[in-house]
């Protein structure tokens, strides 16, 4: 069977709803759009929403946020700057699936939130601008997703504009990510040449305004199609479309599903190229609730006691509500409202009364829900990232992680009768995950740890307007932290001993060590080869 063949033969639905009404978390799809700044992630979930029917017109979800009034400092600081600082959640149902759309930040700035968002999805949309290829922020978040082997579905965007050639970008993804690909769909020319698209899937030719055109069973058919032939954009489609596939491996459900193969659709949000298609491949291919990893066992979502995780925090969402918001990922059971549910890490009941469900940055009260749901749960701290919530039984949730930051500074105090506000700021904020706190081992300073600068601007504003501690940040000049363990303790204390003032300890009291440079981390992991140098650290 040929590639295309492989694609066109995937199963329709592989739900069918009295399954889903059964087992209504089977319905669930949850995923998160990656891409680079631009690329067009924005347009393109407006323009998701739209096919769905879940809002009226593209540019809604846009307008929707600027034409708020109630929003807190930091909330207008993003506004300000045209970008997300924080990831919200979008629910919405489309034959008889309910999507539930996790928002990333979309600046290149973006805080380990981010990294933190791909943990509770199933399945990842990768845009890519079709003129730029693999930029480094799709790249990094790629990467993420491997960890975790998310599957992903490669949206090609702005084929209404000059690109670079569909075989040429083909190349530099396999080659970029070590990702194998095949076409979904395949475009017929680009930009003032575009004349719409071949669909792999549904074996069809569709025009440059969207109308359906000529079928096949075989590919080949389309040779017999006088008036396609005549136009040399048209055979030099389908030319190009045989040396990919000649070259390419056959889809396959489960190695996507596993993460190892990605289906490539052409299109363009802008206009609404390909974007049905790309939903209808997200509800039929992308997996249901996957079992979630945890201590002692994995959770399976078919158990029928409830549990979720929090993957994010975020407080004062808006003015109006000023509140602390945690998102918890629900990995099992049926949540209905008013429930108990315990934290593990505190072991304290909760009585949730007041879940909430979002729409970007509307929100309503959420009765019931199930594995892939997303529950925004309001509290006043009691819920960090990385909390597991049960029915009681002691689960812990893993794979929630803490990335080594890649900007350390240390914390000035301009007035140094608030240290002690100064440390209940700081040590709020990191358990929200805001920022890293880091105590060295010399001194007393306080350091913080940010993956994006950004982060920083959050921390700073917020420790002054919700704490009322002014603060700045100074380098202290290092710049690579890496949290280290050993199986020999006495190797360990050598190493502390040796590098005290490189060293110091994060919130938990676990050690770090922090370099110059790369070339003086490489240097101590030379020196040390019994100590581990690790760039993340489970969430504690
Ligand atoms: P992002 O969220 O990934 O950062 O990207 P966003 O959707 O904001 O899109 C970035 C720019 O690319 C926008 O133009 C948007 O209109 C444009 N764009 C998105 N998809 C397409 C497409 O399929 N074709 C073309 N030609 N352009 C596309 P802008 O001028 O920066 O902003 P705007 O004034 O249009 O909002």
């Known amino acids: 069977m ?239 479309l045989e040396l990919a596939r000649s070259a390419l491996p056959k889809f396959d459900l489960e190695d996507f599903q596993a993460g190892h193969l990605t289906p490539v659709l052409f299109g363009s949000a802008l206009k609404g190229f390909g974007v049905a298609e790309l939903l209808q491949a997200l509800g039929e291919w992308a997996p249901e609730p996957r079992p979630q990893p945890a201590e002692p066992a994995p959770i399976s979502p078919d158990e029928p006691k409830v549990s979720g995780f929090v993957f994010k925090v975020q407080a004062n969402m808006d003015a109006n509500h000023r509140d602390r918001i945690a998102f918890v990922r629900l990995s099992s059971g049926k949540f209905t409202r008013g429930m108990k549910l315990r934290n593990v890490r505190t072991g304290k009941d909760l009585a949730v009364t007041s879940p909430m469900f979002f729409f970007g940055h509307d929100r309503e009260l959420a009765e019931e829900a199930v594995a892939g749901d997303i529950v925004g749960i309001p509290n006043h701290g009691t819920l960090s990232v990385g909390d597991t919530l049960t029915e009681g039984s002691a689960i812990k949730v893993t794979g929630i992680p803490n990335f080594a930051p890649e900007i350390i500074r240390r914390v000035r105090l301009t007035d140094a009768i608030k240290a002690k506000q100064l440390a209940k700021a700081l040590n709020d904020l990191s358990e929200e995950g805001v920022a890293q706190v880091f105590r060295r081992m010399i001194g007393a300073d306080y350091l913080v740890g940010v993956v994006g600068a950004l982060q920083l601007d959050v921390l700073g504003a917020r420790v002054e307007k919700e704490y009322n501690v002014p603060i700045g940040f100074e380098s202290v000049g290092l710049e690579v932290v890496r949290w280290v363990e050993s199986d020999e303790p006495d190797e360990m204390k050598r190493f502390i001993a040796a590098q005290k003032s490189h060293m110091a300890e994060d919130r938990n009291g676990d050690p770090v060590f922090m370099a110059q440079n790369a070339w003086w981390a490489q240097r101590a992991q030379d020196d040390y080869p019994k100590i581990r140098f690790l760039a993340t650290k489970e969430r504690r």
């Open 2 to 240: 040929s590639a295309l063949e492989a694609v066109a033969s995937a199963p329709e639905s592989r739900i069918s709803q009295s399954l889903a009404s059964e087992n209504p978390y089977r319905s669930r799809r949850t995923f998160a759009i990656i891409s680079h700044p631009d690329a067009g992630k924005t347009t393109l979930t407006e323009r998701l929403l739209s096919a769905a029917g879940a809002i009226q017109k593209a540019g809604q979800v846009r307008g929707k946020a600027s034409a708020r009034s109630t929003r807190s400092d930091w909330m207008e600081m993003e506004q300000q700057r045209g970008i997300s600082v924080a990831s919200s959640v979008m629910t919405f149902d489309y034959q008889g699936l309910t999507f539930n759309l996790l928002d990333t930040p979309g600046h290149s700035d973006f805080s380990e939130d981010t990294y933190r968002v791909l943990t509770a999805v199933d399945a990842a949309i990768m845009v890519i601008d079709a003129a730029k290829g693999i930029e480094s922020q799709t790249l990094k978040l790629f990467e993420v997703c491997r960890l975790r082997d998310i599957p992903i579905i490669t949206f090609i965007n702005k084929i209404d504009r000059e690109g670079r050639e569909p075989l040429d970008l083909f190349d530099e993804i396999a080659d970029k990510l070590a990702l194998d690909l095949t076409p979904a769909l395949w475009p017929i020319g680009q930009g003032v040449d575009y004349k719409g698209y071949l669909d792999l899937v549904e074996k069809r030719v569709v025009g440059p305004t969207g109308a359906p055109g000529a079928e096949w069973d075989d590919i080949e058919d389309l040779l017999e199609h006088e008036e396609l032939i005549a136009d040399p954009v048209f055979v030099n489609a389908l030319d190009t």
